[in-house]
């Protein structure tokens, strides 16, 4: 059983990056996409993009030019880095697993809520 | 990017009764070369991240009660909740993964009445 596990801070200023990490447990990094989503409160979700260990990556264009993702293998986690963060990017972001080349969602990480103040 | 559209906004049913929630896209999420239709739908309660439910647009994940169900091919499903119980409270979501950006609808909340 796929377990992750997210952390990262709950707080980020205005123009400043966003950091969150999320550690795998019962798979391997080297195996599945790895993805990133978002939730604003009391809003739906958004799909920030995935990490593939291969390094084919892919991102939502919305925000192409402000995200990456990485992997730490000997670690087992994975990275999401949103720069130049505004009072938009506040939400609930969640790690979650999709394999085979299907990205339906079916191992997902407890959430973590960003807020973004100074 | 496809759209997804879910009707209605909330619904209330009462407990037994059927739940249906039905799900849209601007284009076709059929692939032609397998015959398959890349529809998922989540269940989200307060607090938790969302949990697949349906993939394939009818395929149950494993684990989930046969009171739920997923039809539909093309750009029209649904959702059924056969026999509402008290613990399908909760906001239902579909998504396509047909094509990157992998898009959700705006969800449907479902109460009891």
């Known amino acids: 059983q796929v377990q992750l596990q997210q952390s990262g801070p709950g707080l980020v200023k205005p123009s400043e990056t966003l950091s969150l990490t999320c550690a795998v447990s019962?798979?391997?990094?080297?195996?599945?996409?790895w993805n990133w989503i978002r939730q604003p409160p009391g809003k739906g979700l958004e799909w920030l993009g995935f990490?593939?260990?291969?390094?084919?990556?892919r991102y939502n264009p919305s925000l192409q030019s402000r995200i990456t993702m990485s992997v730490d293998s000997a670690r087992n986690q994975f990275s999401l880095r949103l720069s130049s963060v505004t009072a938009a990017d506040a939400a609930v972001y969640y790690c979650?697993?999709?394999?085979?080349?299907?990205?339906?969602?079916?191992?997902w990480g407890q959430g973590t809520l960003v807020t973004v103040s100074s | 990017d496809i759209v997804m559209t879910q009707s209605p906004d909330s619904l209330a049913v009462s407990l037994g009764e059927r739940a249906t929630i039905s799900c849209k896209s601007t284009?076709?999420?059929?692939?032609?070369?397998?015959?398959?239709?890349?529809l998922a739908w989540y269940q989200q309660k307060p607090g938790q991240p969302p949990k697949l439910l349906i993939y394939?647009?009818?395929t149950r994940q494993s684990g989930v009660p046969d009171r739920f169900s997923g039809s539909g091919s093309g750009t029209d499903f649904t959702l059924t909740i056969s026999s509402l119980q008290a613990e399908d409270v909760a906001i239902y979501y579909c998504?396509?993964?047909?094509?990157?950006?992998?898009?959700f609808g705006p969800g449907t909340k479902v109460d009891i009445k």
């Open positions: 979650a697993r999709s394999s085979g080349g299907w990205h339906k969602f079916d191992f």
């Open positions: 019962g798979g391997s990094i080297t195996n599945d996409y």
């Open positions: 990490f593939y260990y291969s390094g084919s990556n």
């Open positions: 284009q076709s999420v059929l692939y032609n070369s397998n015959n398959m239709d890349y």
């Open positions: 394939w647009a009818s």
């Open positions: 998504q396509q993964y047909y094509s990157s950006p992998f898009t």
